[in-house]
């Protein structure tokens, strides 16, 4: 892993609007390599925006986005795969008509790691996700959960250095997510960098110790996790005013 002092990630100033609303105020964040960064914060909070301007599907209407110290900005989605920055979706939506195998084998192929032995890695990288019984299945046929792991395996196909996970633990019960924080685990070892979003503070609390809290758009804490169950304005935005965590 290159260690040149020089971030990963590196976000500065990053707004955006959607007619009169700014769904994300000059948020400034970075992820160092071999972090892991969960990002966290109240329904609306801007979340899953910022994983979309980071990953391309949606540009910034100010601030600027460095990945291993160039902009990436300005640079569409299949750009920045290619650079090494993928990730996963909230609600994923495979290739129904492929195969789980197909669906990994095609991330493979156009990802950045396209040169190596495709149908290996995509083998791999199924054993990996515990999708391997699966590689024949039709996509289309897999429950939420499974689709999940699909989500997740084909973002690895592409060689990410990079990874947003964004809500893979929601609606899974506490022992689902114990078995998804120990693979996230194991993903983050094969990555540079990653964030997670999630909601389920204890979630997080099994995935990392930092922590960057938005509301309404606006970075509001960026620090450890055991600080931020302690922080009052943490508490009263996302975990309840008065509340335990």
């Known amino acids: 892993m290159k260690d040149d002092g020089v971030a990963l990630l590196s976000l500065s100033g990053i707004t955006k609007r959607f007619g009169r609303m700014e769904a994300l105020s000059g948020v400034s964040m970075s992820v160092e390599r071999g972090e892991v960064v969960a990002l966290i914060g109240p329904n609306g909070s801007g979340k899953t925006t910022l994983l979309n301007v980071i990953s ?10 460095l990945f291993e110290g160039k902009r990436i900005d300005r640079l569409p989605p299949h750009s920045r795969s290619r650079l090494g920055v993928n ?3 909230q609600m994923p939506h495979p290739f129904s008509g492929l195969s789980v195998l197909e669906n990994v084998l095609i991330a493979a192929r156009f990802g950045r790691r396209r040169h190596e032995d495709e149908e290996r890695l995509a083998e791999s990288i199924l054993k990996l996700t515990g999708l391997s019984a699966f590689a024949d299945t039709q996509s289309g046929s897999l429950n939420t959960g499974q689709k999940k792991m699909l989500d997740l395996a084909k973002a690895l196909a592409t060689g990410p250095k990079l990874l947003l996970v964004d809500e893979i633990a929601a609606g899974l019960s506490h022992g689902e997510m114990e078995s998804i924080s120990k693979l996230l685990g194991e993903v983050a070892r ?17 995935v990392t110790e930092r922590v960057v809290v938005l509301d309404a758009g606006t970075k509001i804490f960026d620090g450890s996790f055991s600080d931020a169950v302690r922080d009052e304005h943490v508490r009263e935005v996302y975990i309840g005013k008065g509340k335990d965590p």
């Open 190 to 206: 094969t990555v540079e960098g990653m964030i997670v979003v999630e909601h389920v503070m204890g979630f997080i609390r099994m």
């Open 56 to 65: 391309g599907l949606l540009f910034a209407d100010e601030g600027t986005i």
């Open 87 to 89: 990730r996963t979706f």
